[in-house]
């Protein structure tokens, strides 16, 4: 016997695909016609849960930004809702607080299928969002377009894969991201004050209304992150440029007194991270986001190379991985 398990399971009456490892303790629940959010990350031996899982559907529904980890694409704020690319003309829906910017995306809170599943080497599990089965997402992105996820649960680590696909001979302007919600504190007995975050950070994006203008900034102070930061008093919602070593980046979090974190590692076309630390210090949570394009991207006057924007060809898919490495 393996050990490794995928089954169908329910959060809600929501139908969700459950990924273990037997031998780790380590399990993955994913809610697959919701974003395919990935709601919950739990060593069931040591019962840590390392992500931050709504009560119930309903509550993820009313805050799809707020839990598990949100899919992004594109991802942040794209300023006015509206940008041009390659001599097209983009209006996404206002739909930030306010009604004056986009904000997250099209496929957060959007019905993913179940692809392929498998036990072979890993608890493994496929989900699928195409475009074309929602028509109304072309007055966005006219360009339709398929991503799929790949999840591989083996041992401590989460590995994820993604591929996007456009299926339209026109280039289609492309930038995503991942928005994990990581549970503050991660044991009983801790508190904020016993939990840290590192990150090899560059630059900062100067932000004007959450939105960035494009201007990078020197890493000073708090919002240095390379030898870390412990989470007590710390208030980030900002946007970094990172360090790779070895073609990728890697954020840790750390609870120190329960001797438990997450290393999470990411791919080279993951350029840029958010830090988001909650919008005062009594948040219960801190993310820790991978985002192969700066928010606004396309509306930046600035090289695609720098931005991370990407001209998504047919026939030319975007792939790449990320894991998260817990411990315990």
């Not at 959007?110 to 929602?134: C, D, H, N, Y």
């Not at 975050?197 to 390379?226: C, F, H, K, N």
Request: aromatic letters at 10%; charged letters at 20%.
């Amino acid at each position: 016997m393996s050990g490794f398990q995928v089954e169908r399971g329910s959060f809600s009456g929501e139908e969700t695909i459950e990924l273990l490892d037997q031998n780790s303790g380590l399990g993955a629940t994913i809610l697959p016609g919701f974003g395919s959010n990935l709601i919950s990350l739990k060593n069931n031996k040591k019962n840590i849960s390392f992500i931050k899982t709504p009560q119930d559907f309903s509550e993820l529904q009313n805050r799809p930004t707020g839990f598990g980890t949100p899919v992004l694409m594109p991802p942040g704020r794209i300023k006015g809702g509206s940008f041009s690319f390659q001599g097209r003309e983009y209006q996404f829906e206002k739909n930030e607080a306010g009604g004056q910017n986009h904000i997250h995306g099209l496929v957060l809170n959007r019905p993913w299928s179940v692809g392929e599943t498998s036990t072979e080497g890993g608890a493994m599990a496929q989900t699928v969002f195409s475009s074309q089965k929602l028509p109304e997402l072309s007055q966005y992105l006219p360009q339709p377009f398929t991503i799929t996820l790949t999840f591989k649960l083996q041992g401590d680590v989460l590995a994820i894969e993604t591929r996007v696909e456009n299926h339209a001979p026109e280039p289609m302007p492309f930038w995503l991201g991942f928005h994990p919600y990581f549970n503050v504190p991660l044991g009983e007995q801790s508190s904020k004050a016993d939990c840290f975050i590192s990150l090899d950070t560059q630059q900062r994006w100067e932000l004007a209304g959450l939105v960035p203008t494009g201007v990078l900034m020197d890493v000073q102070g708090q919002y240095d992150l390379t030898a870390g930061q412990c989470l007590e008093g710390l208030l980030l919602d900002d946007v970094y440029t990172v360090k790779q070593t070895e073609n990728r980046s890697c954020a840790r979090f750390e609870d120190r007194r329960a001797k438990a974190g997450i290393e999470y590692v990411a791919g080279p076309r993951f350029q840029h991270w958010v830090v988001y630390t909650g919008k005062d210090l009594s948040a219960d949570f801190v993310c820790l986001e991978p985002y192969t394009g700066v928010p606004n991207a396309a509306n930046l006057d600035l090289p695609m190379a720098q931005t991370g924007l990407m001209a998504l060809e047919q026939g030319k898919p975007f792939v790449e991985k990320m894991e998260l490495k817990t411990f315990c």
